[in-house]
Structure formats: structure tokens, C-alpha cells
């Protein structure tokens, strides 16, 4: 790579291979299951994401086991460090209202502050055609873009309608959907032929839409885009970025969690009883399977897992779970003395396909000082994760390096390591219409078993999560009358 050695760190991020031992239908790992519960507990929580660790956390007076395949607790919130620096490996920032006081005490009940957390601004930056546009979703930030009058006005206005709509408009809390029709057809198509906006303003969101939704504006749902977009353009809500991204939040958490998570420990299947659930736990430790008796378990995992663990009898039709989609992706964190100056704290590259933003950390930092620059590259839906799962470090490397340095010239020079990160499923990508299923046709619960994960409200972000693991633990304590 180049003429110099640069230092390329294995993979790391999720380790797919405990789970597909035994979840994959072509690879079953055999194994003699003993016959009784060697622990009991009131919950068993499968998957230590940020909807597994929340669902616990809520239910922290009660006798709970929390289960987790890896190694850490976290899912895609991982933290990683360059030379005492820390950066985000993967989950980097998350939103919040200033309005919002319940959530503002909840931060702090785990001993976060979140007012020390929110970014100054600009908080985002697209770099176009060799040019940055400072605040690109704030209003001075659209006068700069390099749009005709006409296209500019009629951006401006729909930035209004969306603003407008965050007076009224609270998803996560609602089970119906507010303009259901906006599900019906993609947001290229609510862009282009509803809002007669240009494919040039589509392009500029097309690398949001990726790294965020999972794929191309295209390929999603417009009400997904249109959610994400109010986040983005509203003059009251707030970015929040800890150094280690929200790698800080799952650490929380943990620590707040009568019992440690218990890491390592791979649920190969689910046994249904007349009062529990017996669940079928591979020690990956100390190289043993074990059983565990709950009386309720809340399934903290994406439904690529969870329909693997579920048995006959559970309740849902095996064919619902086909409707889930999923995409992948890399993050790789380019460290180095680098001189790179970004105006935003999140910076937008457009026509871009092997990478769609980076985060710089620290954000400004003396000359010739060490730092790191976080590169984001969804691998977006359909067809991402296969040829992922077969490149080597060295490849992904390089070709992100590459990358950018066609935007950046000199930038790769500077680099004297890169540490990888991947996720074969990171986030649920929401098309047309999935949204309307989830609503509609997907229960949360069967009897003991309740489903979590950010999946579950279709929208691939750290408050869905959040979200998730609320209702799980509500749900749970419905059920047990606690």
C-alpha cells in the first residue's frame, strides 16, 4: 500500500462465526443439550444492543439475565483508540431535544451529561465537487448550494413543511402513522415527482440516505427518509457525540445492570414450557452448553437471528420474518498526524461510492498532532454483505484509502494506520411499505417471548433502539404484572 508501511489492524466489529455455527442451516454445530436449567430467571434478555441493555435496565429491580454472543456488550456501538485517542468504531452520535426533559433525566440517572455531549455547530458539511457547503441542512447552509433560484425555493419550502410536521409528528411513540401514504412509495419519488425538486437535490442526500436508511433514496421508504430528514433539518433538535461515540451510552448501561452481561454466550434455540422458556446457551468460554430457565425472554436481536431461535410453536409464521432486509457496513478509522480541516462535525461526500461521510476527532486539533479520521462506507442493500465478508483487510484498506484521497489529495500520506470494522447486518433497511407491515401484520409479543431491536420500529437508529428496549421491558412487566 503506497511506498510506506502503514499498520492495517484485523478485522474487527461484530464476529459473526459462535452464532453461525449453530444458526445457520448448513452449519449446526452439534451438541449434547443437558436435560435441566442449571440457572434460573425471571428475564432472560438475548443480544446486549442498546435495546437489549435498555430493556434490562428498565427492568433492573427484578431478576435478570442478560446474554450476549460477543465478547462486549454493545452490537454496533463500539468504541475504539489511536494513540490515547478515542473515536466512535461504529453507533457515533445520537439526538436530543432540549424540550425533552424525561430523557434529559434519564441521561443523567446514568451519570451522563448530555449538555457537555452536544455538538457545537456547524453540526453537518457536504463537500460537492471539490467544494464544502458549511450547515448544509440549516437554512444558510441550502442558500449556498449550488442550485437554480427555483429548485433552491422549492427546497426551502419543503424544509419548512418537515419542520412543521415535528410539531405533531412522534413515531416512536405512536403505533399509527402519521401520512401513512408517505410508505406507499420511495423518497426519490416524494422528491422528484410530489415535491418537484431536482435529481441533483436527491443526489446530495443520496450518501445521507446510505449511511443512515441503508440504501439509496431509491430503494427506501419515503416516510423512513422523511423521519430522518425532520431530525436533520429541525431548528431545536441537537446532535450529541461523546468521544467514543455512543459506545459511552452502552457503558452506562452496563455498569448501571444488577448483574454483569454475561459475554460469550451463544442462544442456539428456544424451548417453550407450560410456565418458562428454556433456552439452550453455547459457553463460549468455557466451551459448554448449558440451559437456562426464564420466565420471559425478550429477543434483543435483529430478526436474522431471532426467527433462527424461535420453535413451531412460538406463535409468529416463519414467513413474516422474510420481509426484514438488512444492510451492511464498514467503518474504518484512518489515524495519523492529519491536516484535513472539515467544517462540519459530520461531513457529507457526494458522488462518492465506496464511502459517504467522516467524522474527525478531535475536530480541530495543533498542527502535527495526532488524529483521527472516522470513514463511514455502508455497503448498501441488496448485495453488500457478500463480497464483504470475502475481502481482506488489506483490500477494504486500500480501497477506502483510495477513496479518499480523490477527494482529499495528500490526506493518505498522512496515515499511518487504519482500523477496521465490520457489520454484515447493520442496520434494517426500510422500503416501501415495510413500515405498513410492522404496523400492521408483526405482533412485539407471543406469550413469553417478546421481540426488540431497532428493526422492530423499521427505522435504523439509536433512538429506535432506545425505543425498543422501553417497550420490551413495559411489555414484560405487563405480562409478570410487576
Known amino acids: 500500500m503506497q511506498n ?29 443439550w443437558p436435560e435441566r436449567p442449571e440457572a434460573h430467571a425471571e428475564v432472560a434478555v438475548v443480544g446486549a444492543g442498546l435495546s437489549g441493555l435498555v430493556a434490562a435496565y428498565h427492568l433492573k429491580g427484578r431478576e435478570v439475565v442478560v446474554l450476549e454472543s460477543g465478547s462486549q456488550p454493545g452490537g454496533v456501538c463500539l468504541p475504539g483508540l489511536y494513540q490515547g485517542i478515542p ?36 453540526t453537518s458539511a457536504l463537500f460537492h465537487q471539490g467544494r464544502w457547503h458549511p450547515d448544509c441542512f440549516g437554512a444558510a447552509g441550502l442558500e449556498s448550494l449550488p442550485l437554480p433560484s427555483g429548485v433552491r425555493e422549492n427546497l ?13 409528528w412522534d413515531p416512536l411513540a405512536s403505533p399509527f402513522m402519521t401520512h401513512p401514504e408517505w410508505d406507499k412509495y420511495h423518497l426519490r419519488h416524494f422528491l422528484e415527482n410530489i415535491q418537484g425538486l431536482s435529481p441533483e437535490v436527491t443526489g446530495f442526500f443520496e450518501p445521507y440516505c446510505r449511511s443512515c436508511l441503508g440504501a439509496g433514496p431509491e430503494e427506501i421508504s419515503a416516510w423512513a427518509g422523511i423521519y430522518f430528514l425532520i431530525a436533520e433539518f429541525s431548528p431545536t433538535s441537537r446532535i450529541g457525540f461523546f468521544p467514543e461515540g455512543n459506545a459511552r451510552l452502552v457503558q452506562a448501561l452496563a455498569a448501571a445492570l444488577n448483574k454483569p452481561v454475561q459475554v460469550r454466550q451463544t442462544v442456539a434455540g428456544l424451548k417453550l414450557n407450560a410456565d418458562s422458556v428454556h433456552l439452550r446457551v453455547w459457553d463460549g468460554e468455557g466451551q459448554r452448553p448449558w440451559i437456562l430457565e426464564a420466565g420471559m425472554v425478550i429477543l434483543a436481536t435483529g430478526k436474522f437471528v431471532a426467527h433462527r431461535l424461535l420453535p413451531p410453536d412460538c406463535g409468529w409464521d416463519p414467513e413474516l420474518f422474510k420481509a426484514f432486509r438488512y444492510s451492511s457496513y464498514v467503518v474504518a478509522a484512518l489515524g495519523g498526524n492529519l491536516r484535513l480541516e472539515a467544517p462540519g462535525f459530520e461531513n457529507w461526500v457526494t458522488g462518492e461510492a465506496v464511502f459517504s461521510d467522516f467524522i474527525l476527532t478531535p475536530r480541530q486539533a495543533p498542527g502535527g498532532s495526532p488524529r483521527v479520521m472516522v470513514v463511514f462506507a ?4 441488496p448485495g453488500g ?51 405498513h407491515f410492522l404496523k400492521g401484520r408483526l405482533s412485539p409479543q407471543e406469550g413469553r417471548l417478546v421481540l426488540a431491536n431497532s428493526d422492530m420500529e423499521g427505522l435504523p437508529c439509536v433512538e429506535a433502539a432506545l ?16
Open 385 to 435: 454483505r457478500e463480497p464483504l465478508l470475502h475481502k481482506t483487510p488489506e483490500e477494504q484498506a486500500q480501497e477506502i484509502l483510495t477513496a479518499v484521497g480523490r477527494h482529499f489529495p495528500g490526506l493518505p500520506e498522512e496515515v499511518e494506520e487504519i482500523h477496521l470494522y465490520r457489520f454484515g447486518h447493520a442496520q434494517v433497511v426500510p422500503y416501501p411499505g415495510f413500515l
Open 156 to 168: 426551502r419550502r419543503l424544509v419548512e413543511e418537515l419542520i412543521a410536521h415535528e410539531e405533531t
Open 4 to 32: 510506506r508501511k502503514i499498520q492495517i489492524q484485523a478485522w474487527q466489529g461484530d464476529a459473526p462465526q459462535p452464532c453461525h455455527d449453530y444458526l445457520h442451516s448448513a452449519g449446526k454445530r452439534a451438541s449434547r
Open 467 to 482: 425505543a425498543q428496549g422501553q417497550k420490551a421491558a413495559r411489555r414484560v412487566r405487563a405480562t409478570l404484572r410487576i
Open 87 to 122: 473515536y466512535p468504531a461504529g453507533s457515533a452520535y445520537f439526538y436530543h431535544d432540549p424540550e425533552d426533559k424525561e430523557t434529559l433525566a434519564w441521561f443523567r440517572d446514568l451519570g451522563l451529561n448530555v449538555e457537555d455531549a452536544l455538538v457545537a455547530p456547524p
Open 378 to 381: 455502508p455497503q448498501p442493500y
